[in-house]
């Protein structure tokens, strides 16, 4: 693993992040030590090293996260929502995942709708009873939106609440 130099350039991310999936957990805590400048967390899996190691690798050469994804992950920290849980519009490309009833589902989304399974939806509402044959608002069921209360503005639970 020593022939991963810090800083990396964009040029030498793809072989530096090929160079991660053989290395040995060895390897990967001497890199971790390299470029985080302190001692893994003990238990971390080879697997989770990897992915972490990569993301910082991958903000090295390409300067970091984008600065709404600061803010958004700053808000997460201090309890309030992300603005990118309300209201999100998805773009081609993305790919929605949710598991239901321990089968794992995932989506993505095209131009005019969605994919799953090689067959185009035209709204998540659609997958959302395709998967689980009830239904089910959409975005809601993959998680993308959130309740606001009237009474203060925070956020709540979308589950409906039984009269009393």
Sequence with gaps: MSVIVSPVTAKELPATLAALEIADRADL???????????????????????????????????????????????????????????TRLRPGAKLVREWQGRTWTVEVIDGGFLMGGERYASLTAL?????????????????????????????????????
């Design 29 to 87: 805590l001497d890199l971790w030590g390299n470029l985080i400048g302190s001692p893994a967390p003990k238990n971390l899996s080879a697997p989770f090293l990897r992915r972490a190691l990569a993301f910082e690798l991958q903000c090295q050469a390409h300067g970091g996260p984008k600065a709404r994804t600061l803010e958004d992950l700053s808000r997460i920290a201090a309890g309030s929502i992300s603005h990118a849980s309300v209201g």
């Design 128 to 164: 959302a009873r395709k998967i689980t044959g009830a239904r089910w608002s959409g975005p809601r069921f993959f998680g993308l939106t959130v309740e606001v209360r009237a009474d203060d503005g925070s956020a709540a639970s979308s589950r409906r609440r039984k009269a009393a």
